[in-house]
Nanobody, 123 residues
């Protein structure tokens, strides 16, 4: 069992930056690939970024490439998502997720989820 707790969400102006964090605890949590997803009101949850347990494999959604950076501190069992040049349409609840094995973008492949942290980008 892996428990995930997100933090760092908040309100930011368009064009600004924000970093969200996800702390993982539980059984062998350091051996899991971690992903970030987001869900805006009335929309489906969508993939944002993912990182393998070693940090050697990283994936990004096309919409965030060049602006967002995912990283992890294995010693702290924490994964981060640095978000730059944020847009109002990226207002959403950002969720952290974990899966055993390599990083991936399919939300159905992630077995563990946090409760999410709200990110609001004002125009």
């Amino acid at each position: 069992q892996v428990q995930l707790v997100e933090s760092g969400g908040g309100l930011v102006q368009a064009g600004g930056s924000l970093r969200v964090s996800c702390a993982a605890t539980g059984r062998a949590s350091s051996n899991y690939a971690m992903g970030w997803f987001r869900q805006a009101p009335g929309k489906e949850r969508e993939f944002v970024a993912a990182i393998s347990w070693s940090g050697g494999s990283i994936l990004y959604a096309d919409s965030v490439k060049g602006r967002f950076t995912i990283s992890r501190d294995s010693a702290k069992n924490t994964v981060y998502l640095q978000m730059n040049r944020l847009k109002p349409e990226e207002t959403a609840v950002y969720y952290c997720a974990a899966r055993y094995g390599t990083s991936g973008s399919a939300k159905s492949s992630y077995g563990y989820w946090g409760k999410g942290t709200q990110v609001t980008v004002s125009s």
